[in-house]
């Protein structure tokens, strides 16, 4: 039913999305619980360069990604001279690009609900005598399980589609760093490939409804009145 | 005993306040919203740290500015109970218990939970509870850590008349049973002349009265004490 190519394309989304998401999702979660909870000089800051990639046009983010990464990058190169890893160009690459551009929407989802979180629920804890993290994994991480989660679905819905900053440091190369929305770029170049097109189209459509789905289905099953 | 002597400003609001009594029974600490009531208790819990001066329980210092002390909340053994009781939503009521409850004994464990009559709530989640079930289950987590002192702030403002009362004998008898010294916050009279062996009156943030709360006993002004800013400990 798929073509080999079209294949390639469906797994490394889909892996490179997930990891993406894995790796991001530990950073994503401090961030936001910091920029919700706690106050501090260059919060501000902090919250602007966090959201850049959300404003960014997505090449501008992958172009300055292969200057950092590329092989005469500032880290691309010791990593090239020291351990022989090349990332630019690599299935790497796809997975380092799909993480920037899902990064601001994890952060945002799970920050809103950090924000919502009463304060006092941490106060009641540090009374009853627990450690800050204590408090963190047992109070404060279940409070804001469900920013956590439609953070984990947008940015994965938004990793699955992302094509600028792809094409930039990875470049298209098919059974390699050909994401979907690059295979579909390709055929809809091509004369003759409506077909393939058109199954790339519902393929994506039925990824991105899929995730949608299935964050609605868990929120529901989260007790809700943890917000102030 | 208790021992307060704070200075604290938040904006237009300026908190004076020294006391010092016997940490005993329940106290009550009456006063209209902005009188400084919401303020001393998170400055006694250590959620809000003070401008200047000191706080002591029976000889052990929390806070003292001039000695840099500040004791985190989590070392005073201080337990909370909230207006709303905010229990812990993701917990069964059991959990929210046990949460504090560390090295507390079986028989303590089921007086508690006897006192409050809890036990038939224990797998319940704090959403189902009623408004008077959550106060108790609120109340029985913040004895299960067995506190040295208890602060309940309007803990049965929320609840309907006929609850309140039942509430606040429940209160009165986990206070004679478990000998836990109470400050009882409240902006309604009758509630802490009913409950409270002492009832302490503020206005715009200072005592303006201390009373024992015996029936017929005539409430004495309060004097700020000359020699503020000193606690023993």
């Given at each position: 039913m798929?073509?080999q190519?079209?294949?390639?394309?469906?797994i490394?989304?889909?892996?490179?999305s997930?990891?993406a998401?894995?790796w991001?999702?530990?950073?994503?979660?401090?961030?936001?619980?910091?920029l919700?909870?706690?106050r501090?000089?260059?919060?501000?800051l902090?919250?602007?360069?966090?959201?850049l990639?959300?404003?960014?046009?997505?090449?501008?983010i992958?172009?300055?990604?292969?200057?950092?990464l590329?092989?005469?990058?500032?880290?691309?190169?010791?990593?090239?001279a020291l351990f022989?890893?090349?990332?630019?160009f690599?299935k790497s690459?796809?997975?380092?690009?799909?993480?920037?551009v899902?990064?601001?929407?994890?952060?945002?989802?799970?920050?809103?609900?950090?924000?919502?979180?009463?304060p006092?629920?941490?106060?009641?804890?540090?009374?009853?005598g627990a450690?800050?993290?204590?408090?963190f994994f047992t109070?404060?991480?279940?409070?804001m399980?469900?920013?956590?989660?439609?953070g984990i679905t947008?940015?994965?819905?938004?990793?699955?589609?992302?094509?600028g900053?792809t094409?930039?440091?990875?470049?298209?190369i098919p059974?390699?760093?050909?994401t979907?929305?690059?295979a579909?770029?390709t055929?809809?170049?091509?004369?003759?490939?409506e077909a393939?097109?058109?199954?790339?189209c519902?393929l994506?459509?039925?990824?991105?409804?899929g995730?949608?789905?299935a964050?609605e289905?868990?929120t529901?099953?989260?007790?809700q009145g943890?917000?102030? | 005993?208790?021992?307060?002597?704070l200075r604290h400003?938040q904006?237009?609001?300026?908190?004076?306040t020294?006391?010092?009594?016997p940490a005993?029974?329940?106290i009550g600490?009456?006063g209209r919203s902005?009188?400084?009531?919401?303020?001393?208790?998170?400055?006694i819990?250590?959620h809000?740290?003070?401008r200047?001066?000191?706080?002591?329980?029976?000889?052990r210092l929390?806070?003292?500015?001039?000695?840099?002390?500040n004791?985190?909340?989590a070392?005073?053994?201080?337990?909370v109970?909230?207006?709303?009781?905010l229990?812990f939503?993701?917990?069964?009521?059991?959990g929210n218990?046990?949460?504090?409850?560390?090295n507390?004994g079986?028989?303590?464990?089921?007086?508690?939970?006897?006192?409050?009559d809890l036990?038939s709530?224990?797998?319940?989640r704090p959403a189902?509870l009623?408004?008077g079930?959550r106060?108790?289950?609120a109340?029985?987590?913040?004895?299960?850590a067995e506190?040295?002192?208890?602060?309940?702030d309007?803990?049965?403002?929320?609840?309907?008349?006929?609850?309140?009362?039942?509430t606040?004998d429940?209160?009165?008898r986990?206070?004679?049973?478990?000998q836990?010294p109470m400050?009882?916050?409240?902006?309604s009279?009758e509630?802490?002349?009913?409950?409270?062996?002492?009832?302490?009156?503020m206005?715009?943030g200072?005592?303006?009265?201390?009373s024992?709360?015996?029936?017929g006993?005539?409430?004495r002004p309060?004097?700020?004490s000359?020699?503020?800013?000193?606690c023993?400990?």
């Open positions: 798929l073509s190519m079209e294949q390639d394309a469906l490394l989304s889909l892996r490179a997930t990891l998401v894995l991001s999702l530990p950073i994503a979660i401090a961030l936001g619980w910091m919700g909870q706690k501090f000089p260059g919060h501000a902090l919250n602007a360069v966090v959201h990639p959300l404003v960014l046009p997505p090449i501008v992958g172009y300055l990604l292969l200057l950092v590329g092989r005469n990058g500032m880290l691309g190169a010791p990593l090239d022989g890893i090349r990332i630019a690599s690459a796809v997975i380092i690009a799909c993480a920037v899902g990064f601001p929407l994890m952060v945002r989802a799970i920050r809103q609900s950090a924000e919502a979180m009463d006092r629920y941490a106060h009641a804890a540090r009374s009853l450690s800050e993290w204590r408090i109070v404060s991480l279940p409070l399980t469900p920013g956590i989660l439609t947008l940015a994965f819905a938004r990793a699955v589609g992302e094509f900053a094409i930039t440091l990875a470049a298209n059974g390699r760093t050909q979907l929305p690059l579909l770029f055929v809809t170049q091509t004369p003759g490939e393939a097109a058109a199954r790339l519902i994506s459509l039925l990824l991105a409804g995730a949608l789905l964050s289905a868990i529901r099953r989260i007790p943890a917000t102030r | 005993m208790i021992e307060l002597h400003r904006g237009d609001f300026e908190l004076e020294d006391l010092v009594v005993e029974g329940i600490l009456i902005g009188s400084g009531k919401s303020t001393l208790f998170s400055c819990a250590g809000t740290r003070p200047r001066g000191c706080i002591s329980l029976n000889g929390f806070f003292h500015s001039a000695h840099r002390i004791l985190p909340p070392a005073r053994h201080i337990g109970v909230f207006q709303e009781g229990l939503p993701h917990m069964t009521v059991r218990l046990a949460y504090g409850a560390r507390v079986t028989s303590f464990w089921n007086e508690v939970i006897e006192t409050l036990a709530l224990l797998d319940a189902r009623s408004g079930e106060q108790r289950a109340i029985g987590r913040a004895l299960m506190p040295e002192l208890l602060l309940l309007e803990p049965v403002s929320a609840l309907d008349p006929g609850l309140k009362a039942r606040l429940l209160i009165a986990v206070q004679e049973r478990t836990t400050i009882y916050i409240s902006h009279p509630e802490v002349r009913r409950l409270c062996s002492r009832v302490v009156t206005q715009a200072r005592i303006i009265s201390i024992d709360g015996a029936a006993s005539k409430a309060h004097l700020a000359a020699q503020a800013l000193r023993t400990g």
